[in-house]
């Protein structure tokens, strides 16, 4: 439900911005070159290829510490990518050295949580902020911004911008759901939908355990480090994303069938104190998925209703209302003793989470 939009808007850098915006474009091109130029000698001798991170130059180099470290990041990946399609398809080209006399005058640059952008400014690493125009008055976020100087000396920010989907008032429906929220599945719901944690999500968090652990083991400040550490952060950020674009759409999908929807006001982080659990619950990510459901329930007219973390809801006969005890993590099915209705553990405590939320509501 995320849509990635692209748009440029023009800049006013300052003099000072402008300077350290035009060392920024000289340090990436000169990072180019240097790490082309090593690394062909590097092939030549060893017969393999091997780009050295910005950061193993920044010793020799300090002033390559002045600019954007992640304008640097990105020309790294440009060169890698420009490496393996020459390797892929060798009539593409040998990648080129970068001309001063025919600049390309330009950096892209990210932060992990976006670029704060209101009607006036960007903010913007190393620069700080930035002065723009900003016609479509868009504010928010940016997730990636790349910054460019025409031949004419303009400047100029391209933003990639993550949108949720649109949310609004949506008319009313009928229809009203407890949750249930869970570890092999994420959210059980009353109506008997299962969202279950994604495989591909628990399978990149093993990767990445296996990564970190990895690192820990190489030597600070070598060149395997750098890369390694670049590695571990990408796929973090991976991982991150992958689930919030799953929690967006199962939220979005939850808030649009729904008019009320009940779940347990967990209490998130005297579960993260409890460390078997700990590990599991920031997988499954349940904090941000409550967050997400709010303020999406909000803007499209629903209501969330949270029942009380200590509400027996696994412990009450949906059917008859008789409660019948608490009953070990193990048993998943069972049979009230009172109507003799046979329930599943978790739908039966979705089915009370959505009865209750209703009560509360009546009241
Ligand atoms: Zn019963």
Same mark, same amino acid.
């Given at each position: 439900m995320n849509i990635i939009k692209a748009y440029k808007i023009r800049c006013f850098p300052t003099e000072e911005q402008k300077l350290l915006i035009l060392k920024t474009f000289g340090c990436c091109r000169w990072y180019w070159n240097q790490a082309l130029s090593d690394n062909i000698k590097y092939y030549e001798k060893n017969k393999k290829s091997k780009i050295n991170t910005p950061a193993s130059y920044k010793k020799e180099y300090e002033w390559l510490k002045e600019v954007d470290g992640q304008a640097l990041c990105f020309t790294q990946m440009d060169l890698q990518s420009a490496f393996s399609g020459f390797f892929k398809q060798p009539n593409k080209g040998f990648p080129k050295y970068k001309s001063k006399k025919y600049p390309k005058n330009s950096y892209k640059t990210m932060i992990a949580n976006g670029f704060p952008i209101d009607n006036e400014t960007i903010k913007l690493p190393k620069l700080g902020k930035v002065k723009i125009v900003n016609h479509r008055h868009k504010t928010g976020i940016? /997730?990636?911004?790349? +910054?460019?100087?025409?031949? #004419?000396?303009?400047?100029?920010? $391209?933003?990639?911008? !993550?949108?949720?989907?649109?949310?609004?008032?949506?008319?009313?429906?009928? /229809?009203?759901?407890? +949750?249930?929220?869970?570890? #092999?599945?994420?959210?059980?719901? $009353?109506?008997?939908? !299962?969202?279950?944690?994604?495989?591909?999500?628990?399978?990149?968090?093993s990767k990445l355990k296996r990564e970190q652990r990895n690192l820990s083991k190489m030597i600070k400040g070598s060149n395997n480090y750098d890369r390694q550490k670049l590695k571990v952060a990408r796929l973090h950020q991976h991982i991150t994303n992958q689930r919030k674009d799953y929690l967006h759409k199962i939220s979005y999908k939850i808030t649009n069938e729904n008019q009320v929807i009940s779940l347990e006001d967990l209490n998130v982080k005297g579960l993260l104190k409890n460390h078997h659990l700990a590990l599991s619950v920031a997988d499954a990510g349940w904090s941000t998925f409550v967050k997400m459901l709010e303020y999406k329930a909000k803007n499209k007219g629903r209501t969330v209703v949270k029942i009380d973390r200590w509400f027996p809801s696994s412990q009450i006969c949906s059917c008859c209302g008789c409660i019948t005890g608490k009953k070990p993590l193990y048993i998943r099915k069972w049979i009230c003793p009172e109507c003799g209705g046979t329930h599943d553990r978790d739908y039966n405590a979705a089915m009370n989470i959505r009865d209750c939320g209703t009560r509360l509501l009546a009241w």
């Open positions: 940016a /997730k990636s911004c790349t +910054i460019s100087m025409t031949p #004419t000396n303009e400047f100029y920010i $391209s933003i990639l911008w !993550k949108e949720d989907e649109i949310d609004e008032i949506l008319p009313k429906v009928d /229809k009203e759901i407890g +949750i249930d929220l869970g570890l #092999t599945d994420l959210a059980i719901c $009353s109506d008997g939908t !299962k969202f279950p944690v994604l495989q591909s999500l628990r399978k990149n968090l």
